[in-house]
């Protein structure tokens, strides 16, 4: 099956650093990534979608100048968490398509970022 | 609006004996994917068993099934014959063909303890 991986698996930061994760598709080519954040034994929480050579499309509520978002490649997506706080602490999961269209375009996703923020 | 709800937080299960979690989904889409997915402790999300809106056979996937009940609005998800791997967090997901992102709704999640 089509392997996703994410870097790096955790991460310990200083309040008002940012973060970076990266997100990566390593046998296919993902036309479309999505960022999600989970708190302990709650739902994943959609953050934005992300289509290789555009901009972003956040959730409501989500910040966009503080989780950026980037896309460059069809096998790289990042995700920056800028000027972290211990409110970001979370597990953040990224997951990759390779087509939209259909109803059945299994996303496959990475094992997740745990981001601590002191 | 779209939406899945998952109304057992917990299950426990004893090994060997099968168990039914429950998902209903709302949506005014007629064609529409549902998928279950397992998260171990770990937290990897593992992908089990879709189900599209048009399927008119019940998925089955191995231990997996999914009992489609369209006209309720159920996707519930059997796992027989329980073993202790099975512990973990499940989610049911769905996916409306109008979202032309891709991009699926989770329920709230069930977890589910298998005893020895």
């Known amino acids: 099956g089509a392997v996703v991986s994410q870097h790096p698996s955790w991460v310990i930061c200083k309040s008002g650093t940012s973060v970076k994760i990266e997100c990566r598709s390593l046998d296919f080519q993902a036309t479309t990534m999505f960022w999600y954040r989970q708190f302990p034994k709650q739902s994943l929480m959609l953050m934005a979608t992300s289509n290789e050579g555009s901009k972003a499309t956040y959730e409501q509520g989500v910040e966009k100048d503080k989780f950026l978002i980037n896309h460059a490649s069809l096998t790289l997506s990042t995700l920056t968490v800028t000027s972290a706080h211990p409110e970001d602490s979370s597990f953040y999961i990224c997951?990759?398509?390779?087509?939209?269209?259909?109803?059945?375009?299994?996303?496959?996703f990475g094992p997740g970022t745990r981001l601590t923020v002191l | 609006a779209q939406k899945i709800t998952q109304t057992q937080p917990g299950m426990f299960v004893q090994e060997k004996e099968a168990v039914t979690l429950d998902c209903t989904y709302d949506t005014s889409d007629q064609s529409y994917g549902l998928f279950w997915y397992k998260q171990p402790s770990s937290g990897e999300m593992i992908f089990l068993i879709y189900?599209?809106?048009?399927?008119?056979q019940n998925a089955t996937e191995g231990r997996y099934s999914l009992n489609f009940q369209k006209a309720r609005k159920s996707a519930n998800l059997v796992i027989s014959a329980s073993q202790l791997g099975d512990s973990a967090m499940y989610f049911c997901?769905?996916?409306?063909?109008?979202?032309?992102?891709?991009?699926?709704?989770f329920g709230q999640g069930t977890t589910l303890q298998v005893k020895p």
């Open positions: 997951s990759a398509s390779s087509r939209t269209s259909g109803l059945y375009n299994e996303q496959f």
């Open positions: 189900q599209g809106s048009y399927d008119e």
């Open positions: 997901a769905m996916r409306e063909i109008t979202s032309n992102t891709g991009k699926l709704i």
